[in-house]
């Protein structure tokens, strides 16, 4: 049966005090969201440990990033075992954010994969064209998307992944792709995956999700579910979308 999965994408949003209580509200309300959807929280770094230990186990706690690096003198950087070692489930890596702001490429981000997958974390990749990528049409945006999908090549576990669709120019702007559009993309990535791996893998759709357009989004074929920015921050907001199947 295709996964069902809601996660949200804290960002670098909430103080200690609010993602607590955020958590509270979650943990207090989960259990009113049905078995077969698979729910995930990513919040800051500093939260994760505190949220692991408070959140019942339903509610599966991911990081953010992680570091293409196992160990060593890399001030700053946080590496896939010690999130494992907190009891961490999931990483997103490749969001657009730190693909634009920190130059995140393939190559990078296949060594983050790898590092992720050795250390036991299901990992998030994110993809997604840009509004200058969206102008120069569909087989420009095609492309595009195989090229970012050569992060899972060499020894990538693809049992071990969830593909997020977020385009770009949907991501807190509030402009979410149509369904259509979604789907036809989504659709895409799968074809892809399936011809170059011969495995199906689950896809999001992110990009200023919310209880209103979810239940369309996740209604079509190629799409599992979403990941969540901005409406993942309200409790009800994002309680709302795990019951959005
Ligand atoms: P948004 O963010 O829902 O606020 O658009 C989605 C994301 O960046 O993951």
Redesign the pocket.
């Known amino acids: 049966m295709a996964r069902k999965i809601v996660a949200g994408?804290w960002k670098m949003n909430t103080s200690y005090e609010e993602a607590s209580e955020l958590a509270k509200v979650l943990s207090a309300k989960s259990a009113e969201i049905d078995d077969d959807v698979d729910i995930y929280v990513f919040p800051p770094y500093p939260y994760l440990k505190h949220l692991v230990d408070v959140l019942p186990s339903r509610i599966r706690v991911g990081a953010q990033d992680c570091s293409a690096d196992a160990n060593g003198a890399y001030t700053g950087e946080v590496s896939a075992a010690m999130l494992a070692s907190c009891g961490v489930q999931a990483v997103i890596l490749g969001?657009s954010e730190r693909r634009a702001r920190f130059k995140e490429d393939e190559a990078l981000l296949h060594r983050k994969i790898i590092q992720a997958q050795k250390n036991g974390l299901e990992v998030f990749f994110c993809i997604g064209e840009s509004q200058d990528i969206l102008a120069g049409g569909a087989s420009c945006v095609s492309l595009y998307h195989e090229k970012l999908l050569r992060a899972l090549d060499n020894g990538v576990d693809l049992n071990k992944v969830v593909i997020a669709y977020?385009p770009v120019w949907?991501?807190?702007t509030g402009k979410s792709a149509s369904a259509t559009y979604a789907e036809e993309q989504c659709a895409f990535i799968h074809n892809s995956i399936l011809k170059r791996w011969s495995i199906e893998v689950p896809i999001l759709y992110?990009?200023?999700?919310n209880p209103t357009n979810a239940r369309e989004l996740f209604a079509q074929e190629h799409i599992n579910g979403g990941?969540?920015?901005?409406?993942s921050l309200k409790a009800d907001q994002f309680l709302e979308l795990c019951r959005s199947f």
Do not use: F, P, R, T
């Open positions: 994408n969001h977020e949907a991501i807190g992110g990009g200023s999700c990941l969540i920015g901005g409406a």
